[in-house]
């Protein structure tokens, strides 16, 4: 008897999964690989979740959250992204950004629909596809485009069994950011196509030289779009665990059934800590963000010095250099691995059109960042 399932046997293989567990054989490497920030929750958020442990939230929540977290999320929501839900109906708090993804494509996806994603892009949009049977069809974003979706490359890919566009701005790997005039002309081409639409919104506040804006937040948009975002990346809270989906309300609720057979809820002292995020003082948020500019700046300077062509990211905390002239993704990886002490992340783990290039973090600090790059520059003056 095959005790694994094809759906799963026939995904494709883990690059990253792989790759990971090579560079953890390495001593002393300084690691630029991992997409989460070095820094750490805020004071006052950790003391929220210690709060919310001493008065015993250490109970079940319903599964779409705790209305209070919900009504939070709302009013974020509202003010900030110009995206008006119902707390009771169209929102639900999941253990991460990651669950809510999963959630949502369970509740959406039947086998051979078809799921437009950016390539390079964020690799869960492909697993989760292959495990239910999806056809991933990757458009590709390219570099002379700053990696940012084009809508006239995104009507070339869509079929009769286009179900689902999923878009990521600011997006993991490159940084790039979606500008407005695109993401309004993409939701007219959703609407012509009776697509739904997947909007990744989990690096909103993580973005530089302008103002994030939601597709969400187009009215003609709100039937058939699901905003996901979370506290991971904003909040330096990715070990808590929660994330939230808002919009669709027969979605949502949907989502809520399969989450109450599975997860049950997000943590309840993360959801208290969560309530804290969102409704105490931002200003963490902006220091965060301001620590990360300057190291983007200083990362995409010094790469494009050493000779390796690194576009200006946007938005998140990566750069994905150019290294094509040294050889394929997985070559120069262990080259920076083996001789300059230095991981990072092949692009070809975020999908086929990321061959020729590395994903960087600069979530780590200054200090390190310009070790790694001292030794790299090392490194390739002897290629
Ligand atoms: C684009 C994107 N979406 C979602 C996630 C998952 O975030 P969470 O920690 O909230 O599950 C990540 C994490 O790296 C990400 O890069």
Known sequence: MKWIADSIENSPPSIIGKLLSIASEYKDVISLAIGEPDLDTPEHIIEAGIDALKTKYTHYTSNFGFLELREAIAEKLDKEND????PKNE?????GAGAAIDLFMRTVLNPGDEVIVQDPGYFNY???SAFLDAKVVPLHVKEENEFSLKPEDLE????EKTKLLIINSPANPTGSVIPEKDLRKIADIAIENDLLVLTDEIYE????????????????MKERCVLINGFSKAYAMTGWRVGYAAGNRE???????????????????????????LKGNQECVEEMRKEYDKRRRYIVKRLNEIGIPTVMPKGAFYAFPNISQYGNSEKVWKLFLEKANVSTTPGTAFGRYGEGYL??????SLENIEKALNNIEKVVKNV
């Open 156 to 159: 070339e890919k869509i079929t």
């Open 83 to 86: 995206f008006k839900v119902d």
């Open 359 to 364: 994903r960087f973090s600069y979530a780590n």
């Open 126 to 128: 492909i697993y989760v």
């Open 91 to 95: 929102i639900i708090v999941t253990c």
């Open 251 to 277: 979605i949502i609720n949907k989502m809520g059934v399969i989450g109450a057979y599975t997860t049950i809820c997000a943590p309840a002292v993360s959801q208290k800590a969560a309530i804290s995020a």
């Open 205 to 220: 506040k993580l973005i530089y030289d302008e103002k994030h804006f939601s597709i969400a937040s187009i009215p003609e």
